[in-house]
């Protein structure tokens, strides 16, 4: 069962930081095309004679940088995430393409004959623990304790339930978006060279498939479309909980198109509990509300002796 985890944690590894763009009242939907930039740049850095690890440097860098300019636009320009990231998408994946044609590999084509060291970052195990698993793990405590115990966290969670008590409270409403999105971009450039590692191939597409099942977590782990609520913890779950459950459905026999509308099910239904456990919430306290107005007219109203 550990061994099986491979398959399907790195998804989590991106689900933690998107978590936290999400929280702020963000969103990025270019994390796929960040992770296929990444992931081609380190292959191609390293065709052309670099060391590999120089070249995950690279790669890493390339997706520091688009995290960058996906921070800058919605700062600057106070745009819909949304709509910006929605054109960064495609820009990156485009800039992935013509990277991979600067490769002398065609179209989806893969860069192959990735040293054995860097084959096991991924595949390899570490106590008889899979490496993916362990690197998730990691990721998972740095980002509760990002989100859970630090400053950070705290503003970002105001910033995500209230921008103009924010402000006037003179947070750097700026820094801290900038920072969730430059985290999910690296952490997205990283999922980019694991996935490199664990298929033993660099490709312009190996995101392409990334963004649904990431955001399905993010949604099924409970954090809000809305910003200023969610936890760590939930999107761990999440992790865990469709993960193994794609896994067993796959196991039954069921095809990926069978699987998907099962979790796209799971998805639909998550939501609609949410939306009704906030409205059952909203109408029990505007109740408490009336109940204690119409006390206190009660006993303004009563004859003074």
Same mark, same amino acid.
């Given at each position: 069962?550990?061994?099986?985890?491979?398959?399907?944690?790195?998804?989590?590894?991106?689900?933690?930081?998107?978590?936290?763009?999400?929280?702020?009242?963000?969103?990025?939907?270019?994390?796929?095309?960040?992770?296929?930039?990444?992931?081609?740049?380190?292959?191609?850095?390293?065709?052309?004679?670099?060391?590999?690890?120089?070249? #995950? !440097?690279?790669? /890493?860098? @390339?997706? &520091? +940088?688009?995290? $960058?300019?996906?921070?800058? %636009?919605?700062?600057?320009?106070?745009?819909?995430?949304?709509?910006?990231?929605?054109?960064?998408?495609?820009?990156?994946?485009?800039?992935?393409?013509?990277?991979?044609?600067?490769?002398?590999?065609?179209?989806?084509?893969?860069?192959?004959?990735?040293?054995?060291?860097?084959?096991?970052?991924?595949?390899?195990?570490?106590?008889?623990?899979?490496?993916?698993?362990?690197?998730?793990?990691?990721?998972?405590?740095?980002?509760?304790?990002?989100?859970?115990?630090?400053?950070?966290?705290?503003?970002?969670?105001?910033?995500?339930?209230?921008?103009?008590?924010?402000?006037?409270?003179?947070?750097?409403?700026?820094?801290?978006?900038?920072?969730?999105? #430059? !985290?999910?971009? /690296?952490? @997205?450039? &990283? +999922?980019?060279? $694991?996935?490199?590692?664990? %298929?033993?191939?660099?490709?312009?597409?190996?995101?392409?498939?990334?963004?649904?099942?990431?955001?399905?977590?993010?949604?099924?782990?409970?954090?809000?479309?809305?910003?200023?609520?969610?936890?760590?913890?939930?999107?761990?779950?999440?992790?865990?909980?469709?993960?193994?459950?794609?896994?067993?459905?796959?196991?039954?026999?069921?095809?990926?198109?069978?699987?998907?509308?099962?979790?796209?099910?799971?998805?639909?239904?998550?939501?609609?509990?949410?939306?009704?456990?906030?409205?059952?919430?909203?109408?029990?306290?505007?109740?408490?509300?009336?109940?204690?107005?119409?006390?206190?007219?009660?006993?303004?109203?009563?004859?003074?002796?």
């Amino acid at each position: 069962m550990l061994n099986s985890t491979s398959d399907f944690v790195y998804l989590g590894i991106i689900a933690m930081p998107l978590a936290l763009v999400m929280i702020t009242g963000g969103i990025d939907i270019s994390f796929g095309s960040v992770a296929s930039l990444s992931a081609i740049i380190t292959g191609v850095t390293f065709q052309a004679g670099l060391n590999i690890w120089l070249a #995950v !440097l690279v790669g /890493l860098a @390339a997706a &520091f +940088v688009a995290g $960058l300019v996906n921070a800058a %636009l919605i700062v600057s320009t106070g745009a819909q995430p949304m709509v910006i990231t929605l054109g960064t998408l495609f820009l990156f994946a485009g800039l992935a393409l013509g990277a991979s044609g600067l490769g002398g590999v065609s179209s989806f084509e893969g860069i192959s004959g990735l040293p054995p060291s860097f084959v096991a970052l991924a595949s390899g195990k570490t106590l008889g623990v899979p490496n993916m698993l362990v690197i998730f793990l990691v990721v998972a405590v740095v980002f509760a304790v990002l989100l859970g115990k630090s400053s950070y966290g705290r503003q970002a969670r105001l910033i995500g339930a209230n921008p103009k008590a924010a402000a006037y409270a003179g947070l750097s409403i700026g820094k801290v978006i900038t920072v969730s999105y #430059v !985290l999910t971009a /690296l952490c @997205a450039g &990283f +999922v980019g060279i $694991l996935l490199t590692s664990y %298929l033993s191939s660099a490709r312009a597409d190996i995101g392409d498939a990334l963004l649904m099942p990431t955001l399905t977590l993010v949604v099924i782990g409970g954090v809000s479309m809305y910003g200023g609520e969610g936890s760590i913890g939930g999107v761990l779950i999440a992790t865990f909980v469709i993960g193994f459950l794609q896994q067993g459905l796959r196991f039954m026999g069921m095809t990926e198109n069978q699987v998907a509308v099962v979790t796209g099910s799971a998805l639909v239904v998550v939501a609609s509990l949410r939306w009704w456990s906030g409205h059952f919430r909203e109408r029990v306290k505007n109740r408490r509300v009336q109940r204690a107005a119409l006390k206190a007219e009660g006993k303004s109203a009563q004859p003074v002796a």
